[in-house]
């Protein structure tokens, strides 16, 4: 309702709610899955969002697979991405799955835990791997080319590495400042902060 979808974008899927979104051209949507885009939410071109039919088989039904892309409202996905959704995929508000080649898996071999999240307002750089299983909380970093295969239990991390390991803790990467920082002699607080205690990170 009330959305935009691009010259040759293909959705094929067994379901599809669009909420006020804007989907770019080349795009393609395809499999037995279950698709929800927010309001607000943009995708740019080029980017592929599938499921293997081969969920549905007799012998897979034990299997669990979810089938499932759920993208929140105010979501920025750039270009040229890979989502498979075999599994749950879910990207929380207002995150950006930025720059071009990131991929994005929720099925493998002897796989149990499948389901991909990404919390609210994450950022996901370019040519990122995310694993089954994958978790990211609120306001997460993921520095490029990082490879991240595992769940993280708090949020305002910078990651990054082959595999992902903890950057920094406590991080704001909007303003590239650590949260909770003593200040530095003469610096003001950041406007809006309650704590009033943030300075800016070493080499950002």
Avoid at 35 to 64: M, Y
Avoid at 134 to 154: E, F, H, Q, W
Avoid at 161 to 182: C, H, I, M
Wanted: with cysteine; hydrophobic share 40%.
């Amino acid at each position: 309702m009330g959305s935009r979808v691009g010259w040759q974008t293909v959705i094929h899927v067994a379901h599809a709610e669009l909420d006020h979104c804007t989907i770019a051209h080349h795009n393609r949507f395809t499999g037995p899955i279950a698709v929800k885009v927010g309001r607000g939410a943009t995708i740019g071109p080029g980017n592929t969002f599938q499921c293997g039919w081969w969920t549905l088989a007799e012998d897979r039904r034990e299997a669990g697979y979810e089938r499932r892309l759920d993208i929140g409202e105010a979501v920025h996905i750039t270009s040229g991405h890979r989502f498979d959704c075999a599994g749950a995929l879910v990207i929380g508000r207002d995150s950006w799955i930025a720059g071009f080649g990131s991929q994005f898996w929720t099925h493998g071999a002897g796989v149990v835990e499948r389901n991909v999240t990404i919390g609210e307002r994450c950022y996901v750089g370019s040519a990122s791997l995310f694993g089954p299983g994958a978790v990211i909380k609120d306001n997460t970093m993921v520095a490029l080319g990082s490879l991240v295969a595992r769940r993280y239990p708090r949020g305002n991390l910078l990651i990054g590495g082959v595999p992902a390991e903890v950057l920094r803790e406590n991080f704001d990467w909007k303003t590239k400042r650590q949260l909770d920082a003593p200040p530095e002699a003469g610096a003001a607080p950041r406007p809006g902060d309650p704590r009033g205690r943030v300075t800016p990170v070493a080499g950002a």
